[in-house]
């Protein structure tokens, strides 16, 4: 799925994210909208990691969806 489905799908796929990043709160998820950049930085927040690590984990979960 490429990402203007999942932003356009964004309050469904809010299920999918909460179960892959757990730590995100519903606050995170009204704040991302369905923007990837702001998905990416909010993982790196959350988990303390590298933007590129962060990149990779939202890009291997996009290709699932």
Do not use: C, F, P
């Amino acid at each position: 799925m490429n990402w203007d489905t999942i932003k356009g799908n964004w309050k469904q796929m809010t299920g999918s994210v909460k179960e892959q990043w757990g730590k995100l709160t519903d606050d995170d998820l009204t704040v991302i909208e369905g923007k990837r950049d702001q998905l990416v930085g909010q993982i790196q927040e959350r988990y303390g990691i590298a933007k590129d690590e962060a990149e990779a984990q939202v890009k291997a979960w996009e290709a699932r969806h």
